[in-house]
């Protein structure tokens, strides 16, 4: 080989060159936990007389017989209902005020944009715990101001922590917590639209509700659809809020979310092999939903492309 080729050769495997890491990072952190917990998913532990001695608990092969278990366990659909509901009050809430603020930054009008940008996005920083143990104390009735004024003001105080009112209390720090993220989403593509398209609107005597209804939501309509998107992520993988305000309520049980029944029967209960079925269900689903709401999007967008 000459020194011509050698140096093409080299040229042509750098790009694959850099990927290593990134491909080792991939494997080692994501690939190889991914099918290490399918692989466990299909087994169990066999438990031989009372269990005691060496061989007495020998793992086995299981089959889909952790998968039907999954399926028809009342406590994981409970879980995924109360997932579903929770997700009914959060995304739209969320993705709501994230487009209403964005589109307020975006007016002419608005001041201090850079420092209001900074506060409605500061509370994503805050770690998920942290805000729910803030969120979580200034529920408590003993220690809210809130309730301290609404009991100087003679005014009733509800219980967010109990019954339907806790579906309220978790929302608003997945809310609180998740808006400002989305926000900025939607605003960076504000941001890109050029200039000329919102002269040409005022020249034609568009108001600036007009303007808004109708030229920046339509284009800002994929950017709704990436942050719609994560947003079904995060509500179906919900654990950090309901495991923190737990201590703090009998209201929320040890399986109020799917992803908490995965944790309760790996590390509560030491079946890590239901828990792993679990787990590469709550996957799938997530999977599937993510994939059918992406391909739904793109049949209407080239519908209307078509048009």
């Known amino acids: 080989m000459t020194s011509t080729s050698r140096r093409a050769y080299r040229v042509k495997g750098a790009p694959y060159a850099f990927l290593i890491p990134a491909t080792a990072l991939f494997l080692l952190f994501f690939a190889l936990p991914i099918g290490y ?59 709501g005020l994230a487009l209403l603020f964005a589109l307020m930054l975006d007016s002419e009008k608005v001041r201090l944009a850079p420092f209001t940008r900074l506060a409605i996005f500061l509370p994503y920083a805050i770690p998920g ?24 003001l003679g005014m009733p105080q509800p219980d ?90 009998n209201s929320v049980s040890t399986t109020w979310s799917p992803l908490m029944k995965v944790y309760q029967d790996a590390f509560g209960k030491g079946d890590i092999h239901a828990a792993a079925a679990q787990a590469t269900i709550i996957a799938l689903a997530t999977l599937l939903l993510s994939f059918g709401f992406l391909r739904a999007a793109n049949r209407r967008n080239k519908q209307e492309a078509a048009r």
């Open 37 to 95: 917990a399918i692989w466990l998913s299909f087994r169990k532990v066999q438990v031989s007389g009372l269990g005691l001695g060496s061989g007495a608990r020998k793992e086995v092969w299981a089959g889909l017989e952790n998968y039907t278990d999954a399926l028809t366990d009342s406590e994981l659909l409970n879980g995924a209902l109360r997932v579903l509901g929770y997700g009914c009050i959060v995304v739209p809430v969320m993705l």
């Open 129 to 152: 715990v942290v805000a729910a143990l803030l969120w979580g104390f200034l529920y408590l009735p003993d220690v809210s101001p809130f309730y301290f004024v609404l009991d100087r």
């Open 160 to 249: 967010l922590l109990d019954g339907g009112p806790l579906y309220l209390a978790l929302s608003n720090i997945a809310v609180w917590g998740g808006t400002g993220f989305n926000m900025i989403v939607i605003y960076t593509s504000l941001q890109a639209i050029p200039a000329e398209v919102y002269e040409a609107a005022k020249l034609d005597g568009a108001t600036p509700l007009q303007i808004a209804l109708r030229i920046k939501i339509p284009m800002v309509a994929p950017s709704l659809v990436l942050t719609f998107f994560f947003s079904i992520i995060a509500t179906l993988q919900v654990f950090s809020e309901p495991t923190t305000l737990k201590p703090l309520t």
